[in-house]
């Protein structure tokens, strides 16, 4: 018997659509991150990019559990001498949605080339409205 090894171009895409209103963000991010990477397909391959494109909508109501709106500190550090910035979750949430749950799908997608390139095929939008529907994204119903 030989293994099958997905090649670039055979593996059709499709587009998902995923509604993140009143969904938990870790949960959401995990099965984002599956369909990003493709790993229920029958032809997942580890090392190619087999996922399907991912649009995830009502970003603003995701929710986060326990303290976490007050206590999850994000950093991001310029380089220079005191350049560490801190937001709190319940911040980031407010001002930029679309970022928090960018992040979250991220940390949880691989940290390589293959990562870079499976991020680039999510698309965060904070309300109902997205730019997509010409292509028919397929909505996708998380538990």
Not at 36 to 62: E, M, S
Not at 77 to 89: H, I, W
């Amino acid at each position: 018997m030989r293994t099958y090894v997905a090649k670039p171009g055979e593996i059709p895409r499709t587009w998902r659509l995923v509604d993140a209103d009143g969904k938990v963000l870790g949960r959401l991010a995990s099965e984002v991150a599956m369909l990003l990477r493709g790993k229920r397909k029958p032809a997942f391959t580890p090392h190619q990019d087999v996922g399907d494109f991912v649009i995830v909508i009502n970003a603003a109501k995701v929710r986060l559990t326990g303290n976490k709106l007050r206590d999850k500190v994000y950093y991001r550090y310029s380089g220079y001498p005191g350049g560490l910035k801190a937001v709190t979750a319940g911040k980031l949430l407010q001002a930029r949605p679309t970022r928090l749950v960018e992040h979250a799908v991220r940390g949880m997608l691989p940290k390589s080339k293959m990562g870079d390139l499976l991020i680039r095929k999510l698309k965060v939008y904070a309300g109902v409205e997205h730019p997509h529907q010409a292509q028919q994204p397929v909505p996708i119903l998380l538990g």
